[in-house]
């Protein structure tokens, strides 16, 4: 593939205090702030948004539209 097209979805990071899931996405999205502030390129990266759910339909709903849209599904995680 031609290397300008090519994207990484990024919707996690490893860090070593084992920080509840919503201080790692919050990590994770100001260091991308960052990396793009410090003059970086960071079109070939792409933060996934965090999204909440509050029913089993909406999870379903969300993973048919996802896909729909040429995604592979939908990350499920409680939060804290």
Same mark, same amino acid.
């Given at each position: =593939?031609?290397?300008?097209?090519?994207?990484?979805?990024i919707f996690?990071? &490893?860090?070593?205090n084992?920080l =509840?899931?919503e201080?790692?996405y919050n990590?994770?999205?100001?260091?991308?702030?960052?990396?793009?502030?410090d003059?970086n390129d960071?079109?070939s990266l792409?933060?996934v =948004?965090m999204?909440?759910?509050f &029913?089993?339909?909406?999870i379903?709903?969300a993973?048919?539209n996802?896909?729909?849209?040429?995604?592979?599904?939908?990350?499920v995680r409680?939060?804290?």
């Amino acid at each position: =593939p031609n290397n300008n097209q090519l994207k990484y979805y990024i919707f996690e990071i &490893s860090e070593p205090n084992n920080l =509840p899931f919503e201080k790692r996405y919050n990590l994770l999205v100001r260091s991308y702030e960052q990396f793009v502030k410090d003059g970086n390129d960071g079109s070939s990266l792409v933060i996934v =948004p965090m999204t909440m759910f509050f &029913s089993d339909n909406d999870i379903r709903q969300a993973e048919i539209n996802w896909t729909q849209q040429g995604f592979e599904g939908v990350m499920v995680r409680p939060l804290g």
